[in-house]
């Protein structure tokens, strides 16, 4: 329930000392307030992760601090590059009634025609930046997928249905996903076009050799001119 505030520690652990709190199974993260001076907090990584998963940073927060209550926006999650853990959270609190940005998931609904022929689709964006007020903030974007039929076929992001209230920033002309061939269609393609570019070579050859052998008749009429001279 994203609606129930999430409850963080103040902390003291700084720099490198952090790398104490994460074996202890304990995630860093900072609350910048608005120009004032940031708070250090930390949480459980379990409760970190599932916060995240749930909010992204797209989805307003109401945490709480000790007595402190701040309404926020998750802006940025760091995590291992390897373990792909929960390595540090960055929070941003904003006012309710003022427009923030802030990144949205897109979601590609229904069944995609193209792949159903054996067509590839390439995911090339998941996510815009768009800007509204924190209540007006949707929870993903949706496009049809049927749209995706035949090869070269694409969806950008001016296709997407935008909620009222809401302007997305992200480039309209961007891609969102396109269809392509798959690799082993390529290939095929490959090897058909390097067949015939090997026919048309052999044809080539054929030709030279031919134009290069005397027609027929030709040697013994020259042959018969000599005796008779």
Known sequence: NLDAPVRLEERKALGKEVKGLRKEGLVPAVVHNH??????????????ERVYEAAGKHHPLNLEVGNQK????????HFHPVKRRLQHVVFQTIRRDEKVE????????????????????????????VEALPANLPDELVIDGARLAELHDKLTVADLAVPEGVTILTEAEHPIATVVETKAMMAEEETAVEEAEAAE?????????????????????????????
């Open 35 to 48: 120009g004032q001076q940031s708070i250090h907090v930390m949480a459980p990584e379990l409760e970190l």
């Open 70 to 77: 701040y309404f926020v926006l998750i802006k940025d999650a």
């Open 102 to 129: 802030a990144e949205v998931p897109i979601r590609i609904e229904g069944e995609i025609p193209a792949e159903k022929v054996g067509l590839m689709v390439l995911h090339q964006l998941d996510s815009v930046e």
């Open 201 to 229: 070579g052999e044809e080539a050859a054929e030709g030279e050799a031919t134009a290069g052998e005397a027609p027929e008749g030709e040697s013994s009429e020259q042959e018969a001119t000599k005796q008779a001279s």
